[in-house]
């Protein structure tokens, strides 16, 4: 076993029983392949919360800072996940983005950049329509509709991948792209909530 596998089976047994979790769209989710998940940010237990209910192991893009705390940045790199430094465009992540859906791998991003303050759904940012439209990865919106209270219901729902090909042939911008996998976020927290 792994050590991805390990603590994913470590989180579920903490989180589970504090925060029930509902999983919606299972069938949804490409079984081979590069994926782009895109999925809105409410908390910050999004990140485990996707871990342990994606059917396969995600590589998330995770703030720089948090490679830099004592333990916890080494436990972030050994689950996968890679720095990204805010606020800039930042080279090297969007080289590792594109090698890991090259080579089949889940990419997690938040494409909002930060955690909503109020739930609501932020404006994305263009480093999702960037992924999207450089590689052939499937782009698969999900939501996790909260509120985080303990002992209250969680929901997560991955809907069905965008079609972006009409984008690629049309050399949309990255801006665009971002914005129709925004609203498929959008759609699915409305169906859901």
């Given at each position: 076993?792994?050590?991805?596998?390990f603590?994913r089976?470590?989180?579920?047994?903490?989180?589970?029983?504090?925060?029930?979790?509902?999983?919606?769209?299972?069938?949804?989710?490409?079984?081979?392949?590069?994926v782009?998940?895109?999925?809105?940010?409410?908390?910050?237990?999004?990140?485990?919360?996707?871990?342990?209910?994606?059917?396969?192991?995600v590589?998330?893009?995770a703030?720089?800072e948090?490679?830099?705390v004592?333990?916890?940045?080494?436990?972030?790199?050994?689950?996968?996940?890679?720095?990204?430094?805010?606020?800039m465009?930042?080279?090297?992540?969007?080289?590792?983005?594109?090698?890991?859906?090259?080579?089949?791998e889940?990419?997690?991003?938040?494409?909002?950049?930060?955690?909503?303050?109020?739930?609501?759904?932020?404006?994305?940012?263009?480093?999702?329509?960037?992924?999207?439209?450089?590689?052939n990865?499937?782009?698969?919106?999900?939501?996790?509709?909260?509120?985080?209270?303990?002992?209250k219901?969680?929901?997560v729902?991955?809907?069905?991948?965008?079609?972006?090909?009409?984008?690629?042939?049309?050399?949309a911008?990255?801006?665009d792209?971002?914005?129709?996998i925004?609203?498929?976020?959008?759609?699915?927290?409305?169906?859901?909530?």
């Open positions: 076993m792994n050590f991805y596998s603590a089976g470590v989180v579920k047994v903490v989180l589970s029983p504090i925060y029930p979790v509902k999983v919606i769209g299972h069938e949804h989710f490409p079984k081979t392949d590069g782009l998940l895109c999925t809105n940010h409410i908390d910050n237990l999004d990140p485990p919360i996707v871990g342990i209910t994606a059917p396969r192991p590589s998330f893009m703030k720089e948090l490679f830099n004592p333990i916890l940045g080494n436990v972030v790199k050994r689950l996968k996940a890679f720095p990204v430094k805010r606020g465009s930042d080279r090297e992540a969007l080289r590792v983005g594109l090698k890991l859906l090259k080579n089949g889940v990419l997690g991003l938040f494409p909002e950049g930060t955690r909503s303050k109020d739930g609501s759904l932020g404006k994305g940012l263009a480093g999702a329509g960037f992924f999207a439209l450089r590689s990865a499937a782009v698969v919106p999900c939501a996790i509709i909260g509120p985080y209270k303990p002992f219901r969680l929901t729902v991955y809907g069905k991948p965008i079609d972006m090909d009409s984008l690629r042939e049309q050399k911008s990255a801006e792209a971002t914005e129709v925004m609203n498929s976020i959008k759609e699915l927290i409305d169906h859901h909530s």
